[in-house]
């Protein structure tokens, strides 16, 4: 049996980051089963097929999914999905309230990481040197579904850039009113 084990971030897509995420919330799940299920997911076996691999294999081949999944891969603002590029905000100064309200509804709940990187990134319209413009914002609803097949390096990066980026505004939010409520006071 010939198997296609990933070696990065790269080679995982989304989709099968959330189909592993919903096997790891399981209660009651094994190790034993939690197992089967990532070699199944990450290696497109069926999981009958999973549970006739010799132990040591599967425990090699474990390992091999665990290093995939803990690698450093850096940030990309542009990818290809079927041929179409798709492109990050490139200025997040000028994100619209339609932008920013469905961040903040999307943040918090990691199976709809497709829905936030439909918001985050967008097709490219226009590109000029190294500049881009995307598509306008009108919903996640037109690519969250080409969404599962992003890369899960660039989802990492995205994700890890945006909640920086959040963690940073909220902190400077926080500073300013401090500001204002010692005005305040101080009059």
């Not at 997040?92 to 903040?104: G, Y």
């Not at 989802?155 to 980026?165: P, W």
């Given at each position: ?26 209660d ?45 891969m ?84 995205a ?10 505004l909220?902190?400077h ?13 101080k009059?």
């Amino acid at each position: 049996m010939k198997i296609t084990i990933p070696e990065n971030l790269q080679e995982i897509t989304l989709q099968k980051y959330l189909q592993f995420n919903e096997v790891v919330e399981r209660d009651g799940i094994t190790e034993q089963d939690l197992i089967y299920n990532k070699v199944s997911i990450f290696t497109d076996l069926k999981l009958r097929d999973v549970r006739l691999i010799p132990l040591k294999d599967l425990v090699q081949i474990n390992s091999l999914i665990d290093v995939a999944l803990t690698s450093e891969m850096p940030f990309s603002n542009r990818f290809k999905i079927d041929g179409l590029e798709f492109g990050f905000i490139p200025n997040l100064d000028k994100i619209t309230q339609a932008e920013w309200s469905d961040l903040m509804s999307y943040q918090n709940d990691e199976s709809k990481l497709n829905n936030l990187m439909a918001i985050l990134f967008r097709p490219i319209v226009k590109t000029t040197l190294d500049t881009y413009a995307i598509e306008e914002y009108n919903g996640t609803e037109k690519h969250a579904k080409t969404m599962l097949k992003t890369p899960l390096n660039i989802v990492k990066g995205a994700t890890g850039f945006f909640l920086t980026l959040l963690d940073e505004l909220q902190k400077h939010i926080q500073k300013s009113m401090e500001t204002e409520q010692a005005k305040v006071i101080k009059q």
